[in-house]
């Protein structure tokens, strides 16, 4: 299971550990995480490391000092490394000075770029086999500025980026404008939620120990991954039988709507569940597909089952809420989407009929919510999903 911070708090935790760490050990000690997995994409994309090219792309603060320092870590192991200052008054002075000890070359890009040096970053962009981003950090909102968007533009190498993709929320994962699109993101102490819930843009993320854990506390969230959920699913024993290994039903599909009941029966067979009973319109279509399917015409004479899954295609009028009703009365979990979820929406009394102590799960997509709450998810969804439940 792998905890998830939020920027608040991973800012707070960063906070409490550098009240007792040595100045600026644990900035070398990101960095120094940031350039051996540089060194490591150099290797697997150009097939070595001394000799390459890597530009750095600085804003301002402690995320391009992270850059910096990582700078200075593969100067030493022979890289050429310029860094194209966003930011030449903000950038870094500790990770700055460090850099060109190390012999890296520094550029002003932008407003302070005059004509000739303007030929000069293009090329080294053009030329580069690695750029890293260190842009902005957890404490950035909104998209990229004008001319970093137009470094990014021309980018054509892999792209690490340093703790997250600059231009993508921290917490929500939401883009409103241009913003870096990695190949792999390296980040300190612990996941934030832009690293879960933005993949596409994070690219492979990476997490580099600094110590922070003792002061993290318990996660704002957590990701279990396929291996937990694996260890998890029930296996059968040599004394089970299809019973005890659990009898899902499934209120789906109509006469208009078989497939929603092929598909919805066939995803219980699937998830490996002990036995299976479909009871809908769409019995005869059921079998056809799923022999196995004990079916029948109606969820009032189904039988005994051990959870529902009821909504797809069996329509929004008073048939569809009769089913639900009669669903939501058996005292035993429900996974309730699509047409169930209408239904919820526009005859929330059906409710009444659940026990509150017996598990439901609702599975809406971005109309179904709207419908459910009044409004859209919007860009931050875990907060919108937290206040709906």
């Known amino acids: ?199 596409q843009r994070c690219g492979e993320v990476v997490l580099v120990d600094i110590g922070l854990g003792p002061e993290l506390g318990e996660p704002d969230l957590r990701r279990l991954d396929a291996a937990e959920v694996a260890s998890a699913w029930p296996l059968p024993g040599p004394d089970d039988n299809k019973y005890t290994q659990g009898v899902t039903g499934v209120a789906a599909g109509s006469s208009t709507y078989p497939g929603a009941a092929v598909l919805a029966s066939a995803a219980a067979v699937r998830a490996t569940a002990g036995m299976v009973r479909y009871a809908g319109p769409a019995a005869d279509v059921v079998r056809s597909h799923w022999p196995e399917v004990v079916a029948t015409g109606s969820v009032f004479d189904a039988g005994r089952v051990q959870s529902w899954i009821v909504g797809p295609g069996i329509g929004t009028g008073s048939a569809g809420r009769d089913v639900l009703t009669h669903v939501l009365g058996q005292g035993v979990p429900v996974c309730a989407d699509a047409d169930a979820l209408t239904l919820v929406a526009q005859h929330p009394e059906v409710l009444d009929a659940r026990d509150p102590d017996t598990p439901l799960v609702l599975t809406p997509h971005d109309g179904e919510f709207e419908r459910l709450t009044g409004r859209a998810p919007g860009t931050d969804r875990v907060a919108a999903v937290r206040e709906a439940a």
């Open 1 to 199: 299971m792998r905890g998830i911070w939020t920027s608040a708090h991973v800012r707070a935790a960063e906070e409490r550990l550098l009240r007792v760490t040595p100045e600026g050990a644990l900035m070398r000690r990101a960095a120094y995480g940031v350039s051996v997995r540089a060194a490591a994409m150099l290797s697997e994309h150009t097939g070595g490391v001394s000799g390459r090219r890597v530009v750095l792309v600085v804003g301002a603060g402690n995320n391009g000092g992270d850059a910096l320092w990582a700078g200075a870590f593969l100067r030493r192991r022979g890289v050429a490394v310029t860094a194209l200052l966003l930011r030449p008054d903000r950038a870094h002075p500790e990770g700055l000075a460090a850099f060109r000890r190390a012999g890296g070359r520094a550029v002003a890009v932008g407003a302070d770029v005059g004509a000739d040096d303007t030929a000069d970053v293009t090329d080294r962009i053009d030329a580069a086999d690695l750029v890293i981003d260190g842009v902005v950090g957890i404490s950035g909102s909104g998209a990229l500025r004008p001319d970093a968007a137009a470094v990014f533009d021309r980018v054509s190498a892999p792209v690490l980026a340093v703790d997250l993709p600059s231009g993508v929320d921290p917490d929500s994962g939401a883009v409103a404008g241009p913003a870096v699109s990695a190949d792999v993101t390296v980040t300190f102490g612990a996941c934030k939620p832009v690293h879960v819930l933005a993949p």
